[in-house]
């Protein structure tokens, strides 16, 4: 027995020293054609995956599908640091300044021969994803074209419009998407939308054409008035008792969604695949309306290489061809994703495609033009750390009893103690 | 006669060809045997712990760079009102659940030692059930009870005509609801601590102050609460510790690494971990590290000092 004790522990040490072992890559054989993929989870990765692998039987690919987008990109950091890294990857754009900011770490998209399919995209959607001295570092996936979703049952039943056009009418701006709100709680006593830090504020600072850092990279959230504007309507719809203070994601907010605990909700191009999946009762009893303000983009995401990839050329081989227009388009009848190539806005797979689930809406047409007229800014390293302060502090205002008339400023020197500056 | 005088063959015995090898051998054999946990040992723990002290002193970007900043970093911590207020949360969060822990588990402790209980294995099995639930588990069923518009114990306040209550987005709400969590988990966990130190004091002595006239308060107080002296200083400590580094019931509970809006449940272990891991700033989540290393140090040597006290009483 005393014997077995030390063996035991030499036996513990070994298999500890073999997990610690890295593997060899999995799906990234030798062979050059086979790569691994990191993307995000509820996303319908797997059906563009199956589609290019249908075309390609001699492509192997290893999905993993790592978690929510911040999960990903906090996977995608750690490995960077460990060395172990995966041959192709998806980032949010919120998530993506902050790899722009240490492009050593990626491969240059230009060495794969990114120049020629750049007039493909956006152009402001393509420089987001380009380093200080040029080099590019992701191909934009989708973009966040930018809608409200609302209950045409619960609209009719509080004496509201239900048609889309009609309801569009009712909010040209956020005072009177706020007024339209206070007229639906009077009617039913019930919350008009989920909250006002997402589906007010996180909308408005996506309309603005300077957000938290100028044109010239210099940050200026403190004192740019289009940010304060946002901040101020959303402290108003926080203050107006118009929402149901139940923060986005959370398992209430989920709950509130089948109950029709809010009426309407900001559905950026991305979250209707979540309302479909949170809330598959509902199905037809919602339709979209034009965002007040009419445009705004919130969101989409980047395929990137990282430098340590064991088969670059097989990663880019499945950019360029499942991000090209066509594949792009491919892509949205799939699955609603908003292509970031500007030439198949016009094309009728786009924009004839009807949702069902939100009473055959033209769900192509409606985010594609609230694209149109869109001033792009610039979004820096600390931009997801400032967002998250300022969503806090109207969260509290509307949830946690925080003063409204503070909320500015505590707002601005939480966010001073959390960037450093 | 001569043969059983002659000394045992020597092929039985292995040869002693070299005396100094074999003991040499002989000596260095039980460091051999207890090599592997100082192994792992150091691998897993002493060099991440020397190793952390080290990132401290640098600005230390995992995909970038690596800057020697010296001790800037503490010097940030100490002015840094999310750091104190993570403090002030940590406490508040361990007073509240074990000082009514420690004392649920001591009414238990003394109850299940009664001589009378019947199904005795039971109860004092069944005290351990918390503490063998995984803590997500918990906190999924706790972050439910206690929710704002669907939970249960709002929905009772409700049918007395009290308004629902966010204990999520409240500071003593969130605390409350997060010291409940760690009570549950742990008091069992303790009540068998004691209940394992009372079953030492013989019975004799509690029948013995019966006879004398002693009730049940008088026998719990002057009986029950000295003989557990030393396990009760250990089971403060132990909890404390534990305290200090309270992580899972505090994420799961809140929204995210803050633990809520205005960070009113974030505990220091959280904050290390989402300065160190959400903000990828592993320099400045090693300094909170240290802090913390530092705390539970200096009241494992408060430990220290009590225990060698109370042997020293005896």
């Known amino acids: 027995m005393k014997l077995r004790l030390p063996l035991l522990c ?53 999905l993993t599908e790592v978690g929510s987008s911040t999960e990903t990109a906090q996977s995608l950091t750690t490995a960077l640091a460990g060395g172990k ?78 048609d889309r056009e009609a309801v ?43 957000k938290y850092y100028s044109a010239d990279r210099k940050l200026v959230y403190s004192t740019n008035p289009q940010v304060k504007a946002a901040f101020d309507l959303g402290i108003k719809a926080a203050t107006s008792g118009i929402t149901a203070g139940q923060s986005s994601f959370e398992s209430a907010w989920s709950a509130g969604m089948g109950q029709g605990a809010y009426a309407a909700v900001s559905a950026p191009s991305w979250m209707l695949n979540s309302i479909r999946s949170t809330a598959p009762d509902t199905k037809g009893k919602w339709d979209i309306a034009r965002i007040p303000g009419g445009s705004g983009n919130w969101g989409g995401s980047y395929l990137a290489i990282p430098k340590g990839a064991k088969n670059p050329q097989a990663a880019w081989n499945y950019i360029k ?18 292509p970031s190539t500007p030439s198949v806005y016009k094309d009728p797979k786009l924009t004839d495609g009807k949702d069902p689930f939100f009473t055959d809406a033209p769900t192509g047409k409606i985010y594609t033009d609230s694209l149109l007229g869109l001033k792009p800014f610039y979004i820096g390293p ?40 | 006669m001569t043969a059983t005088l002659t000394p045992a063959p020597s092929a039985e015995l292995p040869p002693p060809a070299s005396p100094r090898g074999r003991g040499l051998a002989e000596r260095l054999s039980p460091y051999a045997y207890v090599a592997p946990f100082f192994v792992l040992f150091g691998v897993f723990g002493l060099f991440p712990l020397a190793f952390t002290f080290y ?44 000082i009514p822990q420690l004392l649920l588990a001591l009414v238990l402790a003394h109850v299940l030692n009664h001589a009378r209980l019947r199904f005795a294995l039971f109860f004092r099995m069944s005290v351990l059930v918390p503490y063998i639930t995984s803590v997500a588990a918990t906190a999924v069923v706790f972050a439910q009870l206690f929710d704002r518009d669907y939970g249960l114990l709002n929905w009772l306040l409700g049918l007395v005509g009290i308004d629902p209550v966010d204990f999520v987005q409240s500071t003593w709400g969130s605390h409350v609801l997060i010291a409940t969590m760690v009570t549950w988990r742990w008091f069992g966990y303790t009540t068998l601590l004691y209940l394992a130190s009372l079953q030492s004091v013989p019975r004799a002595v509690f029948e013995a102050a019966a006879i004398d006239g002693a009730g049940p308060w008088q026998r719990f107080r002057h009986i029950t609460i000295p003989s557990l002296r030393p396990v009760i200083i250990f089971t403060v400590v132990t909890s404390t510790i534990g305290g200090l580094q309270i992580f899972t019931e505090p994420l799961l509970t809140g929204s995210g690494l803050t633990c809520g809006a205005v960070r009113q449940c974030q505990t220091l272990t959280l904050f ?29 040597a408060i430990n220290f000092v009590l225990s060698t006290r109370i042997k020293a009483d005896r």
Request: aromatic letters at 12%; hydrophobic letters at 45%.
């Open chain 2, 55 to 98: 990132v401290a002193l640098f600005d230390w970007n995992p995909i970038g760079d690596q800057v020697f900043i010296g001790t800037d970093n503490f010097t940030r911590m100490f002015s840094d009102p999310r750091f104190w207020n993570a403090a002030g949360n940590t406490v508040s969060i361990w007073a509240l659940s074990t």
């Open chain 1, 10 to 62: 030499t036996a513990t040490a070994l298999a500890l020293l073999t997990a610690c072992t890295p593997g060899t890559g999995g799906g990234g054989g030798g062979d050059g054609k086979s790569f691994e993929f990191w993307s995000f989870s509820a996303i319908n990765q797997k059906l563009t995956v199956d589609a290019y692998q249908a075309k390609h039987p001699d492509v192997q690919i290893k």
């Open chain 1, 321 to 338: 061809e499942m991000q090209s227009p066509a594949g792009q388009l491919e892509h949205f009848t799939r699955v609603g994703a908003l």
């Open chain 1, 382 to 421: 600390d931009s997801a750390a400032i967002g998250q302060e300022f969503l806090d502090a109207i969260t509290n205002v509307e949830q946690g009893g925080g003063n409204p008339a503070t909320a500015w400023d505590d707002a601005v020197s939480n966010i001073k103690t959390a960037i450093g500056e």
């Open chain 1, 168 to 210: 569009s009418a009712l909010w040209p701006t956020w005072d009177a998407f706020i007024e339209t709100g206070k007229r639906y709680k009077q009617a039913t006593g019930k919350a008009f939308t989920d909250n006002a830090a997402t589906s007010v504020f996180y909308q408005a600072v996506n309309q603005v054409s300077e």
């Open chain 2, 272 to 300: 290390l971990y989402e300065q160190g891991f959400g903000q990828f700033e592993f320099g400045y989540g090693s300094a909170i590290g240290v802090a913390l290393f530092v705390m539970v140090v200096a009241i494992a």
């Open chain 1, 85 to 162: 890294v995966p041959d192709l990857v998806l980032i949010q754009g919120d998530n993506l300044p902050q790899f722009v900011d240490q492009p050593q770490n990626f491969v240059d998209l230009r060495t794969l021969g990114a120049d020629d399919i750049k007039g493909d995209y956006l152009d402001w959607v393509w420089k987001q994803s380009v380093a200080k001295d040029g080099e590019v570092l992701g191909v934009p996936t989708d973009v966040g074209g930018m809608a409200v979703a609302y209950r045409t049952d619960l609209f009719a039943a509080a004496g509201l419009p239900t």
